[in-house]
């Protein structure tokens, strides 16, 4: 039985034409998956089927007999019958009412239950996405809540009524790969105990690969292929679709030789003390990073890899001597990291926008290291630069926020370059671009390294770039490397639980390895 | 919670301190001789030396400055020739202007200062937050605009012009109110509301203006935060969204200004208390100013430093119990 069926739909914003002309229906209890880079359309079909899409719509929406772009009973749609999960669990929760709370509330709209039911009802959804003690959780406010917990406490307001469908607007978007797998996992339960129908929104083809039956590839308002996600994924019919799977990172393959170890850490400790709050005693310092021994050779690319609070990026920082160590040492090429000035060693920050100085015209940005080490008139340097990273030469004279994202991390790695270092340490920096922009940001970096004989120090989140760039992999957890090793035999061979627990999370674009590894998860997970 | 309160009292303490030692030294050092003018006309050398001697400006500042501290705690006592005033604790000093102790002078001024404050700070929160609640939803836009122009009117005003505005229109045209004259809350509770009436306009209507722009603008950025858009995907009605949700986030920096606001009229709404007779605080001071009455001048300054101080720590005490995400520590 057909539970939504879209028909020509076309939403628009003044002139602005955001979808334009898409289809697609969704079976009761299916799941369909709708992927799209940034500016596809693909958020504001989905919160047209709240009727909250803010532009002009004109098209059919048929949900489960009522037509959705003619005046709906939204009051009976909205959270009843179509459920959303939206991204940024953590401004998508009120930060004023209690998480239980919040959850009662929309059940006591729908139903008319009791406070007390409701309450009860509260509970039992939040036991039944798995958040441990719900009695006593539900009296929290959000942000007493990881970003994983927010997500699942989403989840438990989406199922709370019941819905026939659950839209779900990139819902792991800004989560760490374990707890993505987990949310993904979830909302695969949920669909299976529930029968509710799942429309699963991403730009990632591997979140939308295990989890969803079909799926929509769409780009500027239009969907360019649909299909069962087998076929879709695996042997696609459309240019566009398969130049996003081109763009999601291969394992690369290179023949490595590793030069002598150019820099050379050694039992780094980083602490930060904490605020004495109240008490007397002082509270123990965070220990960020907690002892790390490690060398990176002339020549390689060593991936650091460590989901959001291991101390990676405080690693990373110390590794260019922007902060000093607790505790060990650091040098390069014998030498204290300290006394090194930026010509052996640079950086390449997550945000390009932030790091950029915004008054400031790119070019002037680049030409600062040229400046300090000596060159007198870098403007010829600089235009060279841009040209060698991608960019025209009359860049120079724009500022970081007339660029795109993917154009402003070039000017990042060309900061980076223009002094001529030895190595440079990345920290994340593909993480915030689309998938084809990524691509094209990774090959930059492994040109550059082949041409100019550099070391890269490359550290993510991202277990699939690390894979694609690196050549040998160091596995970071609360502060402390578990593994280290050759990129083939850490992925292959990952000798430690939490490198095991890692890789069976990475979301991969196969569907049937995607199920095989949601299955291997639920052996080893919870 | 108590480690934050007692901190709070403990930072105060010498916010105050400071505060005392900093206006004692530029007062008593200042070139006018205090004595010479507690004495007044027909000066004698013999007395003048008498007063100096009951002032205490005899002894070196520091030990003035300790006797003015420990007045506070203990009391103490003022000998003018044959007679000997006592000022009990707490002893901000001794008006020989008025020979008066400084407490009690303040303590008169002060019932008359809380009205005023009080009242005009809840007519003006009443009439901000209504208008910026009508303007920020943009139901009305005709409101809206009607609301901006009399708030930048409400701003160029001064109090002085809407106080003999509403004096000459209300008392002397259409004789609806009596001269204001300050009738104590405990004498006639009405006439007290009466009387206060035209001064409470007079001050909203700068407060009103400011607070009706910060409810509209807090309002229109609470209404286009995520959490907005998850509860109206959930069905929940405009209405309770607007009242439940995003009124909450809309007023909290009103908490801030009114208690700022809430101290600033009670020590200094001098333009307000002289035009309307209402013998308050800010009165108290001009008086005191222009006629070098020093000590009362130190015990003004010490109160308003209290007061702020007091303000603020209820502010932000308000802040926490409003937002579960503000913690004390």
């Not at chain 1, 009051?75 to 179509?82: E, F, L, S, T």
């Not at chain 2, 507690?38 to 008498?50: I, W």
Request: aromatic share 6%.
């Amino acid at each position: 039985m057909t539970l939504l069926e879209v028909d020509d739909l076309r939403i628009s914003f003044g002139d602005k034409q955001a979808v334009d002309g898409l289809s697609f229906t969704l079976e009761a209890g299916g799941s369909l998956g709708i992927v799209g880079e940034s500016g596809s359309g693909k958020s504001t079909a989905a919160l047209a089927l709240l009727g909250l899409s803010g532009g002009s719509v004109s098209g059919k929406i048929r949900f489960d007999g009522t037509d959705l772009v003619t005046g709906a009973p939204w009051k009976d749609i909205r959270g009843a019958r179509i459920a959303m999960v939206f991204q940024e669990p953590l401004t998508a929760l009120n930060p004023f009412q209690t998480v239980g709370d919040q959850i009662a509330e929309v059940y006591r709209l729908h139903t008319g239950a009791t406070r007390r039911a409701a309450r009860e009802r509260a509970v039992e959804v939040l036991g039944q996405v798995h958040i441990a003690d719900p009695e006593r959780r539900a009296r929290a406010y959000p942000h007493q809540f990881s970003g994983g917990m927010r997500q699942r406490a989403l989840i438990a307001m989406a199922i709370a009524n019941r819905p026939k469908l659950i839209v779900a607007d990139e819902p792991t978007t800004a989560l760490d790969v374990t707890v993505q797998a987990q949310i993904l996992d979830l909302l695969d339960e949920v669909r299976a105990t529930t029968g509710a129908a799942l429309l699963l929104i991403s730009h990632d083809l591997g979140v939308v690969a295990g989890s969803t039956e079909s799926v929509i590839v769409m780009r500027d308002g239009r969907a360019v292929e649909s299909g069962s996600t087998e076929s879709v994924l695996l042997s696609p019919r459309h240019e566009y679709t398969r130049a996003l799977l081109d763009a999601v990172p291969k394992p690369g393959n290179r023949d490595f030789e590793p030069g002598p170890p150019l820099l050379r850490v050694r039992d780094v400790h980083k602490h930060f003390p904490q605020r004495r709050r109240g008490s007397f005693r002082k509270p123990p310092p965070v220990r960020a990073v907690d002892g790390v021994t490690l060398d990176v050779h002339a020549g390689e690319t060593l991936g650091i890899v460590g989901e959001s609070g291991t101390g990676k990026t405080t690693l990373a920082r110390m590794m260019v001597g922007l902060i000093p160590p607790s505790s060990g040492s650091i040098t390069f090429d014998g030498v204290d990291i300290a006394r090194r000035r930026g010509r052996s060693v640079q950086m390449v920050f997550q945000d390009p926008l932030s790091s950029l100085n915004p008054r400031r015209t790119i070019g002037e940005s680049i030409a600062d290291p040229l400046r300090l080490s000596g060159v007198r008139d870098p403007r010829t340097r600089v235009e060279d630069l841009l040209e060698r990273v991608g960019l025209s030469r009359s860049e120079y004279d724009r500022y970081p926020h007339q660029l795109s994202g993917g154009m402003r991390q070039r000017v990042g790695i060309a900061r980076a370059v223009a002094p001529s270092p030895r190595l440079i340490v990345c920290d994340e920096p593909v993480s915030s671009l689309d998938v084809t922009t990524q691509a094209q940001v990774l090959a930059l970096l492994e040109e550059l390294r082949a041409e100019l004989g550099l070391s890269l120090v490359f550290v993510s989140h991202d277990l699939a770039v690390l894979r694609r760039i690196a050549d040998r992999v160091a596995v970071l957890k609360d502060g402390v490397i578990v593994e280290v090793g050759p990129t083939s035999e850490v992925y292959d061979q990952p000798q430690h639980p939490y490198t095991k627990e890692l890789l069976a999370a990475v979301p991969v674009t196969d569907p049937a390895e995607a199920r095989r590894l949601r299955a291997l998860r639920s052996t080893v997970g919870r | 919670m108590i480690g934050h309160l007692t901190r709070r009292i403990v930072g105060g303490a010498i916010v105050l301190l400071v505060l005392s030692a900093l206006i004692y030294t530029l007062f008593y050092l200042a070139p006018s001789d205090p004595a010479i003018l507690a004495c007044g006309k027909g000066c004698t050398p013999e007395r003048l030396a008498d007063v100096r001697a009951a002032m205490g400006l005899a002894d070196p500042v520091w030990t003035q400055y300790w006797h003015f501290l420990q007045g506070i705690f203990t009391g103490r006592d003022y000998s003018l020739g044959p007679t000997v005033r006592h000022c009990p604790a707490p002893c901000l000093g001794y008006s020989f202007e008025t020979s008066q102790p400084v407490t009690t002078l303040l303590m008169d001024r002060l019932p008359v200062s809380f009205s005023l404050a009080f009242g005009a700070e809840i007519l003006s929160l009443l009439l901000g937050i209504g208008a910026g609640l009508l303007s920020g939803t943009r139901r009305f836009r005709w409101f809206d605009r009607l609301v901006n122009g009399l708030v930048l009117a409400g701003y160029a005003t001064p109090v002085f012009l809407v106080g003999l505005l509403l004096l000459l229109l209300f008392c002397v045209h259409l004789q609806w109110l009596p001269f204001p004259q300050y009738v104590p809350f405990t004498t006639d509770p009405l006439l007290w509301a009466q009387n206060l009436l035209l001064p409470w306009i007079a001050l909203a209507v700068i407060q009103t203006a400011a607070y009706a722009r910060l409810t509209r603008a807090g309002l229109q950025e609470s209404l286009a935060e995520d959490h907005i858009r998850t509860a109206r995907a959930y069905g929940i009605p405009e209405r309770r969204i607007l009242w439940r949700k995003a009124l909450r986030g809309a007023l909290l920096p009103l908490v801030t200004l009114t208690a700022v606001d809430l101290a600033g009229i009670i020590t200094s709404a001098v333009l307000t208390e002289t035009m309307f007779g209402l013998p308050g605080v800010g009165q108290l001071l001009v008086g005191a100013v222009n006629q070098i009455d020093l000590p009362v001048v130190v015990g003004v300054t010490l109160l308003t430093g209290l007061i702020m101080v007091l303000a603020n720590t209820a502010a932000d005490l308000l802040y926490a119990a409003v937002d579960p995400r503000v913690q004390l520590r």
